[in-house]
């Protein structure tokens, strides 16, 4: 043959024999695209029906050739050839093929070696796919593993199956190839496994008959034969064991771990580890063979509008994504889907920043309305030091610092990591390090890893700042109690002799956690301010008590009680008269009970001195004050101000103590009983009288507290009369005349172990009455004639 005939034949045969690159198309219509889908009836098949009826409702300017494959195998060797122009293929053996073709050739290497055996995914060779640059458009529906196990068998281990029968997909298939993938990362191969040879529909016929054992499917999450198989109870979903998952996805990042939700499938009560493949829409190009021209961009232009498309309006689970599906996306994206990724990027930066804006521009209006309402403070007057003790702040900085570990981890490692399925997985995880529980186990990746060390050193920073707010906080409650300002105790004119009557005061009692305010004169030893300020919950002011607005502070009219003492002379010889402090208490009370105005007598019009002539609302505000005299004050000193002061002649009471002592050794004994308020003892206690007992005699209250059970032991004394038109002399009846009615404003005095037992007394004294009552009268029927 000459070499005219041999170069005629040759280029016959190219031209008969070369695959045509894209279906002709008249002039005026859309291009054509070969479409490599999958079977008749396989879902490749639904899904490219679908694309072919977005592209025409999204204005027809491309129109699919469908062509039926065998699926993703037979789809990416035909898109390596130049066979199909964009192509369904799984995203794992799309990955294995882009892998191959970046495979630099071995110069040593003979060409028939290098093509004689493909170690990738679908046999795929180095030499088949090195001429070809694979293209992703996008990725549009997820598949996840499903290992369905004959009931009641449950599988934790590859080596429970044995040689039982088992199903993982037509060979060829991007699901046998996963499946193939899967049993490697157990330990096995598939060679070693007795497979069941049929397909699908053949397998779930065999599974019914209980002549399978397992299945291995790559299907969407809820597929309708898996839950029909589910709901009959013959077999179950298996979760994926988790050191498989973990080589799995150490070894393939083409995977990301998902899991099966709860309720996906009938009975399906709880979430099953499990990994999830993508199926991509894949297109390549063919540099150096010009034979094959690459898909225009407005093609795929129109392909990425269709799938954007029907991705609303199908009832196919289809999310088209240009990444975040796999651990790993290897594949580069196509120009015309890089471009929109970036201009989706930009316009959700834009759009956070503009909400931030919008945040801060309405939290900056905000505040500036709650401040000229009045209900935020200056933050001026709030210093960093209050800040800084407040618990809330480290237990709200702890709290942020576990959410936001928890997102970051979470986006790192949820698609490889099996521990980290979901955020509810990643919180409690995140918990555990932020409280010192660091574990390089946990946690796959360096960043994952620098986020849980970052977690773990702030945690534990905001659990010692929120510890020691609170031991501050615990530490500072005796200096909270020092400065309250209601129910408080007020001490004026100290001296040191008088140190026993703050220890009393401090003693079990009543007064025991009530806060204590000490006025004292300067001349006061320090060894006496050393102990009383070992004294807990009291404050020492140092101030002229004479001075009311040296008082104003202590908050007089919200005290309990008011002490006034005798003072001692000072070093200029000064004495601090109980009259003048009396009358600069009384001016003070007036003020603060009036919010800063002070009271003005009517005759003088200068601020009024006495309390006796107040009566109602006028005299709320002056506190119960006790003063201490002596022999040398005559009683009318302090008569102007017997309303609200009770004058009290301190050491002629000892005296008179001393002498009854002295007399009657038992008296030393149970006076120290009353006063002393230990567990075991008695004392006297005060209580109001209940509303039914008022207007009725002594001798009903003496007898009703006798007979009431149920509580401590309470025996009546007496009552205190504060009337105005009493004596302060005469206003301690003990033992009064059984037939003295008992008034409003009286104080029932009795002897108990605790305040709470006089009190619980006299809430049942009505019933016990009412019996006695009823008692009596059947008692007087019983009687009568």
């Not at 130049?82 to 892998?99: I, P, R, T």
């Not at 293209?135 to 196990?149: E, S």
């Not at 080589?247 to 393939?252: A, V």
């Not at 309305?369 to 209900?375: D, E, N, S």
């Amino acid at each position: 043959m000459s070499a005219i005939s041999r170069w005629f034949v040759a280029v016959t045969a190219v031209v008969l024999l070369a695959p045509i690159p894209l279906a002709s198309a008249a002039e005026g219509e859309p291009p054509t695209l070969r479409f490599g889908a999958g079977s008749k009836k396989g879902g490749f098949t639904r899904l490219a029906g679908v694309l072919a009826g977005g592209l025409a409702a999204s204005g027809d300017r491309v129109r699919l050739d469908i062509q039926h494959t065998k699926g993703s195998c037979d789809n990416i060797k035909r898109l390596l050839r130049g066979e199909l122009d964009v192509a369904l293929v799984q995203y794992d053996v799309a990955a294995e093929a882009f892998k191959a073709s970046v495979t630099p050739p071995d110069d040593g290497a003979d060409d028939d070696e290098d093509g004689a055996f493909g170690g990738w995914m679908c046999k795929i060779t180095a030499d088949m796919a090195r001429g070809a640059d694979l293209h992703l458009i996008t990725a549009l529906t997820d598949g996840a593993v499903q290992m369905l196990v004959r009931r009641p068998v449950r599988i934790d281990e590859f080596d429970q199956i044995g040689d039982a029968p088992i199903y993982l997909g037509k060979d060829g298939s991007g699901s046998f190839e996963t499946a193939k993938v899967i049993v490697g990362a157990a330990g096995h191969t598939v060679e070693g496994l007795n497979l069941f040879e049929g397909g699908s529909g053949e397998a779930y016929a065999a599974l019914r008959g209980q002549e399978l054992l397992v299945m291995l499917r790559t299907t969407e999450r809820g597929d309708d034969e898996i839950a029909d198989v589910v709901a009959s109870g013959l077999a179950s979903i298996n979760p994926l064991p988790e050191d498989v998952l973990n080589r799995l996805i150490d070894g393939y990042p083409y995977y990301r771990i998902c899991q099966v939700e709860p309720a996906t499938y009938p009975g399906l009560e709880y979430g099953v580890p499990t990994v999830c493949v993508s199926t991509v829409l894949l297109t390549a190009t063919f540099p150096d063979d010009p034979e094959h021209p690459a898909v225009s961009d407005a093609s795929v232009d129109a392909l990425l509008d269709a799938a954007y498309l029907v991705a609303k309006t199908s009832d196919l689970k289809i999310k088209p994504r240009a990444s975040g599906f796999a651990e790993k996306e290897p594949i580069p994206l196509h120009p015309v889907a890089f471009e929109r990724k970036r201009t989706a990027l930009w316009r959700s930066i834009g759009e956070g920043a503009a909400l931030l804006l919008a945040l801060l521009l309405g939290g900056f209006f905000l505040r500036r309305v709650l401040r000229r309402r009045g209900y935020l403070r200056d933050p001026l007057s709030a210093g960093l030091e209050g800040h800084l003790s407040n618990p809330l702040v480290p237990f709200a900085g702890f709290a942020v610092i576990v959410m936001a570990a928890t997102f970051i981890v979470w986006l790192i490692e949820h698609d490889s990591n099996a521990r980290l399925r979901t955020l509810d997985d990643s919180f409690w995880e995140m918990n555990t390090f932020a409280t010192g529980n660091f574990s390089t186990e946990t946690l796959k990746t360096p960043s994952a890893r620098f986020v849980g060390a970052v977690a773990t050193i702030m945690g534990l920073g905001a659990l010692a700042w929120f510890t020691a707010a609170l031991t501050n906080i615990f530490a500072r409650d005796q200096t909270r109690l020092f400065q309250r300002r209601r129910d408080h105790l007020v001490i004026l004119n100290f001296r040191e002799d008088m140190l026993q009557l703050v220890r009393l005061l401090r003693s079990p009692g009543p007064a025991r956690h009530q806060a204590i305010h000490v006025m004292v004169p300067e001349e006061l030893p320090s060894r006496v301010r050393i102990q009383l300020a070992k004294v807990k919950a009291l404050t020492i002011h140092q101030e002229n008590p004479e001075v009311p607005d040296n008082l104003i502070g202590l908050r007089l009219h919200r005290a309990a009680r008011v002490i006034i003492l005798e003072g001692e002379a000072t070093s200029a010889g000064e004495v601090f008269h109980p009259l003048r402090i009396a009358r600069a208490v009384h001016q003070a009370a007036q003020t603060t009970a009036r919010g800063g105005d002070r009271q003005l007598s009517a005759a003088t019009g200068r601020p009024a001195l006495a309390g006796h002539h107040l009566s109602g609302p006028a005299q709320l505000g002056l506190p119960k004050t006790l003063v201490e005299t002596s022999e040398d004050d005559p009683d009318a000193l302090f008569a102007p101000f017997r309303g609200w002061l009770h004058a009290i002649n301190a050491r002629q009471l000892t005296f008179v103590w001393l002498v009854h002592a002295a007399a009657e050794p038992f008296f030393a004994d149970f006076f120290t009983g009353v006063v002393s308020f230990r567990d075991d003892n008695a004392e006297v206690y005060s209580a109001a009288p209940p509303p039914w007992l008022i207007g009725r005699p002594w001798i009903v209250a003496r007898r009703t507290l006798y007979s009431v059970e149920g509580t401590g032991a309470v025996l009546p004394l007496g009552l205190y009369r504060d009337a105005e038109e009493v004596e302060p002399g005469d206003r301690l009846m003990v033992n009064p005349d059984f037939e003295i009615l008992v008034q409003a404003s009286d104080l029932i005095l009795a002897l108990c172990e605790d305040a709470s037992d006089l009190l619980r007394a006299l809430r049942r004294s009505r019933k016990v009455a009412a019996e006695q009552e009823q008692r009596c009268r059947r008692g007087s029927a019983e009687r009568s004639p």
